[in-house]
């Protein structure tokens, strides 16, 4: 994979202590294959989330300019991104990171909680076959990397309103990778990377220390249990507030550097900052009718 170094970090005063001064990290660029869906036929037609109004209208034409504006930044950044195609009928197919989970050239396939979206699955297993992907079919319900995050070498694993938990079992047998299940508990967040996002691969701390994979999260949408397993395990994560949750800001996509998030989530862009993260604004507000945002719209193919 690869990877682009920023200037050297500045200084900024630490708010908490007198006079200390903290250096803000160096962030390198890695450079990412995504797969996305052109939202021709996007609508809001059924409910299968707290965001969808089927009562409400929506703007196709206004929903595909927004998607075009992340896929021209994905491409000015210097990622790549494959297209599958639109299907008439299934208006939820623009979110391509329910579409599996892919990684180390292993396409895990997806199999959809709700039978509105089932019909995805088959063309998802079909364009993974066309490109060269290691299928597997999926024996338990799981909604891909809607639900299931690599953090360094762990895969945080989402459940509670869509993958089963029996899926986050299959996941480690078919990966060989540890997998540390997180419990959501607040139906807005559905799906694990509307409450989670994952900033930095990096793994590992001095002296034996606990994992620094760079994450940020928003702690109400978890069960105490989990909120327990990231502060083990991230204390160094940006935790984010309610209304940057709410406008759907840990629904963003980051390469290390650059994190894409909702322009809504000015409290967020100011955390990221401090970390040395540049936070990139795109909006997606049309999508976001149907319970998507910007990570949603991108899956990770990872050889």
Known sequence: MSTQHVPEASTMPEAAAAGATAVVPERNQHLRRYLMCRPEHFTVSYRINPWMEPARPTDTALAVRQWQALYDTYLELGHQVELIDPIPGLPDMVYTANGGFVL??????????????????????????????????????????????????????????????????????????????????DPRFYHLDTALAVLDPVVGAANGGPERAGIAYLAEAFDAESIAVLRARYPDAIVVDRADGAVFGLNAASDGRHVLISPRATGFARQLRERGYTPVPVDLSELLLGGGGIKCCTLELRG
């Open 104 to 185: 180390d050239g292993i396409a895990y396939g997806p199999k959809f909680r709700y039978p509105e979206r089932a019909a995805e699955a088959p063309a998802f297993l079909a364009w993974f076959a066309a490109n060269g992907f290691d299928v597997r079919e999926p024996d338990e319900v799981n909604e891909g990397e809607g639900d299931f995050l690599l953090a360094g070498d762990t895969i945080l694993a989402g459940s509670g309103f869509r993958s089963a938990g029996a899926s986050h079992r299959e996941l480690a047998r078919i990966f060989g990778r540890e997998v540390v299940p997180l419990r959501l508990v």
